[in-house]
Nanobody
């Protein structure tokens, strides 16, 4: 089994910064895409940023230029640096990762438990 553990959420004032981490552990042979999603109250979960195993990234328009996704492949860990935070960034942030547990095995998507980010105005 594979577990994703997130950390780094909290309360911050508008204009501030936070850094989220998400560490994958368990039976891991390889990790392909990793990503961050968020869900605000009453809204659907939405993509924030993704990063491929080779480092290619993509961002939602609402966060491009303010957020940076990165990863440490040796540690199976991804990060989300969030700068210039706005009240509308308030949400529960979830990480996910596409993991293969054995060579030539299936790739499954695992999710973290979520971490609350609250930005006050």
């Amino acid at each position: 089994q594979v577990q994703l553990v997130e950390s780094g959420g909290g309360l911050v004032q508008a204009g501030g910064s936070l850094r989220l981490s998400c560490a994958a552990s368990g039976r891991i042979f390889s990790v392909n895409n990793m990503g961050w999603y968020r869900q605000a109250p009453g809204k659907q979960r939405e993509l924030v940023a993704v990063i491929a195993s080779g480092g290619l990234t993509n961002y939602a328009d609402s966060v491009r230029g303010r957020f940076t996704i990165s990863r440490d492949n040796a540690k199976n860990t991804q990060y989300l640096q969030m700068n210039s935070l706005k009240p509308e960034d308030t949400a529960v942030y979830y990480c996910n990762a596409d993991v293969r547990s054995v060579p030539r095995g299936y790739e499954y998507t695992y999710w973290g438990q979520g971490t609350q980010v609250t930005v006050s105005s």
